[in-house]
């Protein structure tokens, strides 16, 4: 894996996340011919493939720690931290990639600047009712997505380890810490209309009509109608 102090000058040098603990599956910070937009809006892992450089992880669960990025304009984001199993999938790493081992949540920078520091979760717990044991391979994926929409891709393959591990990294003050600079918020959703089913099938014009009437369908229609002349 690559030394933390490099990582940073990495993450300085480029518009792109970096993972700083357990590890990186390597320097994805690329824009090319292949990959003209950057390589990690590549799904699932920012256009790397698998490594056999595994990096150890409890198999209870550990720390994850990632700078959120440097890219300017965009003051607020949403991270994403997920879990793959085996090597059966595409490029020989997971089949899936979808198990979520924490809720999402918002990284907030103090401007529209690049964001200033490093996240770090002390103790990413493994997906709902997932198992595992040591010696089992995984990937954790980290997504940041940015509040245009675009989504920044990075993995780190890991092998399972029981707790107490040597060849588990120390997680200290170094490598895992949450700068000053950068805020969190929680992510939930309020319902302000529910599915009812009733719309399914129905072209836009129905439903309009449904919802306000001939009468007041007929006006937009007559208002459009009066723009366009």
């Given at each position: 894996m690559l030394p933390l102090f490099f990582l940073a000058l990495l993450a300085v040098a480029s518009?792109?996340?970096?993972?700083?603990?357990?590890?990186?599956?390597?320097?994805n910070l690329i824009t090319n011919d292949t990959f003209p937009y950057g390589m990690q809006w590549m799904y699932p892992c920012g256009g790397m493939g698998t490594t056999s450089n595994r990096t150890y992880w409890p198999t209870t669960g550990g720390a994850v720690?990632?700078?959120?990025g440097w890219f300017r304009g965009h003051s607020i984001a949403f991270?994403?931290?997920?879990?793959g199993f085996g090597t059966d999938g595409p490029d020989n790493g997971p089949q899936n990639m979808s198990n979520p081992m924490v809720h999402q949540f918002e990284?907030?920078?103090?401007?529209?600047?690049?964001?200033?520091?490093t996240i770090c979760l002390p103790q990413v717990p493994l997906p709902v009712n997932a198992t595992v044991k040591a010696g089992d391979l995984a990937t954790i994926q980290?997504?940041?997505?940015a509040q245009h929409g675009a989504a920044l891709y990075s993995c780190v393959d890991i092998i399972f380890a029981e707790p107490g591990d040597k060849r588990i990294a120390e997680v200290n003050e170094t490598n895992c810490f949450n700068s000053t600079d950068v805020g969190f918020?929680?992510?939930?959703?309020?319902?302000?209309?529910?599915p009812t089913g009733s719309g399914y099938g129905q072209s836009g014009a129905e439903v309009a009509v449904h919802r306000l009437g001939w009468?007041?369908?007929l006006s937009l229609v007559v208002g459009a109608l009066c723009v366009l002349l």
């Open positions: 518009a792109h996340s970096v993972i700083t603990y357990p590890g990186w599956r390597g320097n720690a990632f700078q959120p991270a994403y931290i997920n879990l990284i907030i920078g103090p401007t529209n600047n690049p964001f200033p520091g980290v997504v940041e997505l918020g929680d992510v939930y959703t309020i319902a302000t209309k529910q009468a007041g369908f």
